[in-house]
């Protein structure tokens, strides 16, 4: 009987206008609530349109943030849920124009796992974060020079969550943390010694300078050794 009654619900289905299949579905399954699991396997519904309230105003605040920090560029975050919390990955990129014989980008990947905790309070919060960056110049004075590299950092850690701090300024705070320290990094270990590395190999002082530079030493020098000697 069972199965007479879902071919004739599902006929029935079929000869119903498709505008109203949601309602039609649901007076079906109050009508035969046996049939209700399939029912609800066989009969195709309308897509719906819904949208993460969290994930836009996720998407508003970096938008502001990468505004801010980079002055321009684009970003982009992605939320999904987990079993006891929620993910999400906020990207950020910032591509320089070329002007002034400059070229460079910068990416940054941000993967943020949170975990809810039982008393609502306090979520723990983990992010993995990696920053991509290269940098080339074409000037008549240095000449064409490539840099570039890539660093990976991670932490967790423990946050109130309330109205005065809800996950996105907590997750906001983390990214700006994570994203000061690895720039500070990258301007010490790439800048910093490529620019020593250089300055060893390579002047853009011409050959002229250099002799006068040296030559201005040396009298310095000797003139000290007089000085002392009397």
Known sequence: MSDQQLDCALDLMRRLPPQQI???????????PSLCEDLLSS?????KI???????????AFDQYRDLYFEGGVSSVYLWDLDHGFAGVILIKKAGEGSKKIKGCW????VVEVQEKSSG???HYKLTSTVMLWLQTNKSGSGT?????????????????????????????????????IRS????????????????LRSV????DKSKQEALKNDLVEALKRKQQC
């Open 22 to 32: 949601e309602k039609n579905l649901s007076d079906l399954i109050n009508l035969v």
């Open 205 to 208: 002082q011409t050959f002229a």
């Open 185 to 200: 990094t990258l301007n010490e270990i790439y800048f910093g010694k490529t620019k020593d590395i250089v300055n060893g």
């Open 107 to 110: 990416d940054s990947i941000h």
């Open 121 to 123: 309070r306090t979520a």
């Open 43 to 47: 009969v195709d519904q309308p897509l």
């Open 145 to 181: 020079m490539n840099l570039g590299g890539s660093l990976t950092r991670q932490m967790e850690k423990d946050k109130t969550v309330s109205d005065c701090s809800p996950h996105i300024a907590n997750i906001g705070r983390l990214v700006e943390d994570m994203e000061n320290k």
């Open 50 to 60: 819904a949208r993460d309230k969290l994930e836009v105003e996720a998407n508003k």
